[in-house]
């Protein structure tokens, strides 16, 4: 405890972030340290597993006394420990699920094992005091495209989901082909800027009618083939004009179909999440398309879209409120479901 308020410390390590938040009363921000280890991965144009997992155990005890500086507290003040636990690299994972483990055998904290995608919806949480379920929830992310209703919190429906390739493992393979290189998410969005989102008119796929879920390998597909074209053609590629039409093309099913499902069930709020949540083109198309059908869109800054361990620490909270703990015999799931 520390001022009467309670205090979590949450820890993510699912993929190659190594990060520590703490929060009081589940959505007052303490502290936020986030240690990335994009600068390598760039070299070998994604991330490699297994170094991920070393620069994990260099990086954990630092993140950890960082972030307790900043929060101006010991670690004894705190109350709780939360952690990911699936899904993502299962190396990594460990390493945050061993970190948690250690600091709540040593110092006699309870433990909560906390969903990593239920992470990124609680982000809204701090970002949004006033939020509270049930709304509709979007989560764009490098390997999940997931339409959920979210029914309480850490509670949440999956109405739609991905077949194949996630929307921004579309974007970081087709920015790797028109050279852009990784991370792909972000370098598209800002190429697209420059670039004419209809140049290309790529096909928009929303599969059988009445579906949320999503498919963009045939978008990727298409997209890498009139690349080859060209470049068979002799054609020069205009990087900016592939990115703003491929861009464009993701974005409006995803959008198209997270305003359908909201209006479907009765929610007047569809909450972002996830690391292509910052997206600065899905972020404008949404909150236009919400204003037309009375629907408001809440999207957590930049900041918290990326893996965080705020959100961490904020779900784990909730979880901790319904008396959901964790044991000693955690272990990481890496292929944990929504």
């Known amino acids: 405890m520390k001022n009467g308020k309670h205090i979590t410390l949450g820890i993510e390590s699912s993929c190659d972030e190594t990060a520590i938040g703490i ?27 297994e170094i991920a997992s070393r620069r994990h155990l260099e990086n954990i005890n630092g993140v ?59 982000a809204n949480y701090v970002e949004y005091p006033e939020l509270e379920p049930p709304f509709m929830g979007l ?33 970081d393979k087709v920015a790797r082909v028109i050279g852009l290189g990784y991370p792909g998410g972000p370098k598209v969005d800002r190429a697209a800027k420059e670039g004419d989102p209809h140049a290309i008119e790529f096909k928009r796929v929303y599969l059988e009618p009445g579906s949320y879920d999503f498919s963009f390998s045939g978008l990727k597909t298409a997209a890498l083939n009139h690349i080859n074209s060209c470049r068979q ?23 198209n179909k997270a305003i359908s499902a909201a209006r479907e069930f009765g929610q007047n709020r569809i909450v972002m999440a996830g690391g292509v949540a910052s997206n600065s083109r899905l972020r404008e198309m949404i909150r236009e398309e919400g204003e037309k059908y009375g629907i408001q869109v809440m999207q957590p800054r930049p900041l918290y879209c990326t893996d965080n361990g705020v959100m961490i620490a904020c779900s784990a909270y909730y979880k901790m409120k319904k008396g959901e703990f964790a044991g000693p015999d955690l272990d990481a799931i890496p292929g944990l479901e929504f």
């Open 139 to 171: 989560v764009v992310s490098g390997g999940h495209t997931n339409i959920v209703f979210v029914k309480d919190y850490n509670q949440c429906e999956t109405l739609g989901e991905t077949r194949d390739d996630a929307a921004g493992e579309a974007f």
């Open 233 to 255: 053609a002799g054609k020069e590629i205009n990087v900016a004009d592939m990115a703003a039409s491929f861009q464009e093309a993701v974005v409006e099913v995803i959008v």
């Open 23 to 49: 929060v009081a009363d589940g959505r007052e921000v303490l502290a936020n340290v986030i240690s990335s280890q994009i600068d390598i991965h760039t070299a070998f144009g994604g991330v490699v597993p």
């Open 64 to 122: 950890l006394s960082q972030a307790l500086e900043e929060a101006q507290i010991t670690i004894n003040e705190v109350d709780l420990v939360g952690v990911t636990y699936g899904p993502g690299l299962v190396g990594a994972l460990l390493v945050g699920v061993a970190a948690a483990k250690a600091i709540s055998f040593a110092k006699d904290i309870p433990l909560v094992a906390v969903n990593h995608m239920h992470g990124h919806i609680a």
